[in-house]
């Protein structure tokens, strides 16, 4: 059962919500902004249904409420910030914001976050870029729970890669993929429904394919399952790319901003993570607007590539997102009912009454 909840209301609940655990109104926009956007684009994996997990670690001290955010070094176009345990929605903000003010004086920005914590959705950060007319990227880390190649252990982490390129016309382009078969949000939609997950995504330490989603959840947690890579299992799917891929992700996030290498997951509290961030100007390449035509162009040619028998229709990255964008502010944002009862319950620990 859902229950479809207005995207305002839905966004002022969490706003609310975050300054009764102490955030200042500032960075309580900031994130409810990006989780109630995030489930107006149709990624529930990565929305609301995670506010309980942002309000704990405010409230059990994993996450500072007023982080000293800074800069420890820093050049034209680059930059390490130190997130400081910051709610990773403020210290992401912070991060995006800087290398967007570098795009536009120095062509591009990159910046590294170290001190940082789970951000939500890759994505919403590098469609922040948009606003101003310049390609957005974000990459992040999270705790190991991916098998490398012929491994029978986690080593690398679910690590997704975002890229936004600004249209004409057409909706942007929108990739924001995990560098594993699912994210682990995937899992708990599927416990949350109670539904099998298909064979293919998460293994014990014997391979074994494990389906049952509550306990694929537990176990991944503990170290004891392991999550896929792109591609599966071996060779014959080319599940190295996607084990290859999160260990570049590793590289640019965690090495490169001075850590010693995995995430480490800390029961019960937030974890630290690395970031990495960048934003780049179009016109110190191409002047935008004929830039924009030619991607409105390439959009709609895939768009109308011919389809496979029983295929209704080719899409592209960031279609269905902005359709779900729009179909969700009409009509509100689909809530299961496990959700709303969870966010119910965060808002009666604070004093915050959930919007009916």
Partial sequence: MTQRVNAE???????????????????????ADALVTTDLRGVDSH???????????????????????????ETASTALLDGDRGLGFVVSFRAMQLAIQKAKTAGSGWVVVRGGTHYGAAGY??????????????LCTSASRIAPTFGAKGMVGTNPIAIAVPAGVEPPFMLDMAT????????????????????????????????????????????????????????????YKG?????????????????AG??????????????????LSVEAFRPLGEFQAALDTRLREYK?????AGAERVLVAGQ?????????????????????????????????????
């Fill in 9 to 31: 209301r839905l966004r002022a609940f969490c706003k609310d919500t975050f300054i009764a655990a102490g955030l200042n109104p500032d960075a309580a926009g900031i994130a």
């Fill in 47 to 73: 929305g609301v249904a995670h506010l309980p997990r942002y309000l704990n670690g405010l409230l059990n001290g994993s996450l500072k409420r007023q982080p000293d955010i800074r800069i420890l070094s």
């Fill in 125 to 138: 950060w590098a469609s922040l870029a948009l606003e101003h007319n310049l390609i957005g990227f974000s």
């Fill in 180 to 239: 594993c078969v699912v994210p682990m949000g995937r899992l708990e939609i599927h416990a949350r429904e109670k539904k099998p997950l298909p064979e293919g995504w998460v293994i014990d330490s014997q391979g074994r394919p494990i389906t049952d989603p509550e306990l694929a959840f537990k176990l991944t947690h503990s170290a004891e399952a392991m999550l896929l890579p792109l591609g599966g299992v071996g060779e014959v799917h080319s599940g």
């Fill in 243 to 259: 084990y290859g891929l999160g260990v570049a992700v590793e590289i640019l996030c965690n090495l490169l901003g001075g850590y």
């Fill in 262 to 279: 995995a995430v480490v997951q800390e029961p019960g509290r937030e974890s630290e993570c690395g970031q990495f961030f960048g934003a």
């Fill in 304 to 308: 109308a590539t011919p389809t496979l």
């Fill in 320 to 356: 269905k997102e902005a359709e779900s964008t729009a179909q969700r502010l009409r009509n509100g944002i689909p809530l299961n009912e496990t959700v709303i009862e969870q966010l119910k319950e965060a808002g009666r620990k604070l004093g915050v009454e959930f919007p009916a």
